[in-house]
């Protein structure tokens, strides 16, 4: 069965230093991996996906992810952290070996905040 | 485009009365979504549609739950009648696809449902 994880309820991360999200997925096939990030009191915005091609992707915000097949993560990161990107992070996975029906899984979320 | 709009946005209600809940998608987008957001159980997938047609009502939890597509620029999702364990944030998403193909989910602001 498909499955994604993510491993840390909440990560803490200073102003200005590196963050790193953690996503970690299980599928029969080949994946389509995304990240959508919830501000408080908002919906959900898509910030970036990785569909096939460069396993490095860019997304809005400065946000970057890295799709390591071997490993089967896809972990969100960016190198200077913004108190602004404070939020909760979603990681969501398609096996798209299964082409019936709609079987986007999503992770639990990831809050992160960032301290001045 | 205003993107999806949802409403209301905040509901108070008590327990026992109908609850509906309000959704325009975006223009074109072929698919809508009903999620339904709890701290317990995360992001569920309630039910979608495609052209209008709802095609996967697995996720709606049971009988109470109802959900209609009249046309392309209108869903409802009525809740009747309500339970306090129905307090959630229930969001509407549209896409120009199933979202798992490559394309963006556009998500609502949410409609924050308290049943008392």
């Known amino acids: 069965a498909q499955s994604v994880a993510q491993p840390e309820d909440q990560v803490n991360v200073a102003e200005g230093n590196p963050l790193t999200v953690k996503c970690t997925y299980s599928v029969s096939g080949n994946p389509y991996l995304f990240w959508y990030v919830q501000y408080p009191n908002r919906g959900l915005q898509f910030l970036l996906k990785?569909?096939?091609?460069d396993n490095l992707v860019k997304g809005s915000y400065g946000f970057e992810a890295e799709f390591n097949k071997s490993q089967t993560s896809f972990h969100l990161k960016k190198p200077s952290a913004l108190v602004s990107d404070s939020a909760l992070y979603f990681c969501a996975v398609r096996d798209i070996s299964m082409d019936s029906n709609y079987q986007l899984i999503w992770g639990a979320g990831t809050k992160l905040i960032i301290k001045p | 485009d205003a993107g999806v709009i949802q409403s209301p946005r905040h509901e108070v209600t008590e327990m026992g009365q109908e609850v509906t809940l309000r959704c325009k998608p975006i223009?074109?987008?072929?698919?809508l979504f009903w999620y339904r957001q709890t701290m317990m159980r995360g992001l569920e997938l309630l039910i979608y549609?495609?052209?209008?047609?709802?095609?996967?009502d697995s996720g709606m939890p049971e009988d109470r739950f109802s959900a209609k597509m009249p046309n392309a620029s209108f869903s409802t999702l009525k809740i009747q009648p309500s339970e306090p364990r129905d307090s959630a944030v229930y969001f509407c998403?549209?896409?120009?696809?199933?979202?798992?193909?490559?394309?963006?989910?556009?998500f609502g602001e949410g409609s924050w449902l308290t049943v008392v």
């Open positions: 549609f495609n052209n209008n047609v709802p095609i996967d």
């Open positions: 990785y569909i096939t091609g």
């Open positions: 223009s074109g987008h072929d698919y």
């Open positions: 998403a549209s896409s120009s696809d199933r979202g798992d193909s490559g394309n963006t989910i556009y």
